[in-house]
C-alpha cells in the first residue's frame, strides 16, 4: 500500500492526530457541558437544536470567510453586509418576497464585488478595502432606516428563513447543512477549490501553474459577501426585524471558528467541515455560559478566553505541522 494512503487509513498509527485536534476539543466541551448542566437541560433535543438555530447563521458566514482566508486574505466587511442586505430584505418584503430576496443577496454580491475589483485589479490589501467598505455600508444602512428597527410581517418569508420547522428540525439548521456541504463539496472537489488552496499557499508557484490569482480573489470576497447577505436574510426572518447593529457581533465569532476549524490565517489551508465544527464550539460554548448562569459581562471573559486557548492550541498544532514538512 501507497504510504500517502497509508497514512490518510491508519492516520494515528503515522502520528497525524493533530487533524482532528477541533474534534477532540469538540467532544470535550460537550463532555464537561454534559456532565456540568445536565440538570439545567443542556443535553435536551429542544436545547441542541436551539444551539443549532442559534450557530446557523454564524456557519454560513464561517464557510464563506473559509474560501477568503484560503486565498490569505480577510474581509472586514461582512457584518455590515449582514446588515445592509437584511435591512434591504425588510423594506422590500411589502413588494413580494420573490423580489426581496434576491436583490437582497444581490446588494450583497454587489460589495463583493467592489471589494474584490479593489484588492484583485487595484492592488490595495485586503484588509484597508473591507474596512473602509465596512464604514460605507455602516453609514448607507443606519442613513437608509434613520436608526429605526424594521419589523418583518410576512409569514412565508418568516418560516421558509426564520422561525420554521419541518418535523423537528429547524429551516435554519437545514440552510446551515446545505451551504457547509455545498462549500465543502466546491473547496475539496472542484478545480475552482484547488485553484483557492493554490492561490493561497504559494502566489508565485500557482500564477505559473497558469491560475489566475487575482480572479480567485475576486470571486472568493463576492462568495464572502454573499454568503454574508444570506446570514442577513436568515437573521431577519428569524428575528422578525432588521436593524443597523445586525452583525456587529459576528467578527470575532466568525473568524475564531475559522480558525479553531483549522483554517490558516496565511492561507493556502482551509476547511469548511473544520469551520462548520468551530462554528459548532462557539455555539455550545454560548449556550453553556447562559446556562450557568452567567451575566453578559461574564459570558464575554470567558468566550474572549475560551476563544483565545482553542485558537492557541489549533494554531500550535498547525506550526508542528508545518515544521515538520
Not at 454574508?228 to 470575532?252: K, P, V
Amino acid at each position: 500500500m501507497d504510504i500517502a494512503l497509508k497514512r490518510a487509513a491508519f492516520p494515528f498509527a503515522f502520528g497525524q492526530w493533530q487533524r482532528f485536534i477541533i474534534y477532540f476539543v469538540f467532544v470535550g466541551l460537550f463532555l464537561f457541558f454534559s456532565i456540568f448542566l445536565h440538570d439545567k437541560g443542556f443535553l435536551e433535543a429542544g436545547n441542541l437544536m436551539n444551539i443549532a438555530r442559534q450557530t446557523a447563521m454564524i456557519s454560513i458566514m464561517a464557510v464563506g470567510m473559509t474560501f477568503v482566508l484560503s486565498t490569505a486574505e480577510i474581509d472586514l466587511s461582512f457584518g455590515a453586509v449582514v446588515a445592509l442586505s437584511a435591512v434591504t430584505v425588510a423594506l422590500l418584503l411589502p413588494y413580494g418576497m420573490w423580489l426581496a430576496v434576491p436583490a437582497a443577496l444581490s446588494v450583497g454580491a454587489l460589495c463583493g464585488l467592489i471589494n474584490g475589483l479593489f484588492v484583485a485589479k487595484v492592488g490595495i490589501p485586503s484588509f484597508l478595502v473591507t474596512l473602509g467598505m465596512t464604514g460605507i455600508i455602516t453609514g448607507i444602512t443606519r442613513w437608509v432606516t434613520e436608526l429605526q428597527t424594521i419589523p418583518v410581517d410576512n409569514e412565508t418569508f418568516v418560516f421558509i428563513f426564520g422561525s420554521g420547522d419541518i418535523g423537528p428540525i429547524s429551516v435554519l439548521f437545514i440552510w446551515m447543512m446545505v451551504i457547509a456541504v455545498g462549500g465543502h463539496i466546491l473547496l475539496r472537489k472542484t478545480s475552482f477549490g484547488k485553484e483557492v488552496l493554490a492561490s493561497g499557499g504559494n502566489k508565485i508557484s500557482a500564477m505559473y501553474s497558469g491560475i489566475n490569482v487575482n480572479r480567485v480573489k475576486l470571486y472568493v470576497l463576492v462568495l464572502n459577501s454573499s454568503l454574508a447577505a444570506l446570514a442577513g436574510i436568515l437573521y431577519a426572518g428569524r428575528l422578525q426585524s432588521a436593524r443597523y447593529t445586525l452583525g456587529e457581533s459576528d467578527l470575532m465569532m466568525v473568524i475564531a471558528a475559522v480558525i479553531i476549524g483549522g483554517t490558516s490565517l496565511f492561507g493556502g489551508k482551509g476547511t469548511v467541515i473544520g469551520a462548520l465544527i468551530g462554528a459548532l464550539i462557539m455555539g455550545m460554548v454560548n449556550n453553556g455560559l447562559v446556562l450557568m448562569g452567567l451575566n453578559v459581562d461574564q459570558q464575554l471573559i470567558l468566550r474572549g478566553m475560551i476563544i483565545i486557548f482553542a485558537v492557541t492550541i489549533t494554531m500550535g498544532t498547525l506550526r508542528k505541522k508545518k515544521a515538520k514538512a
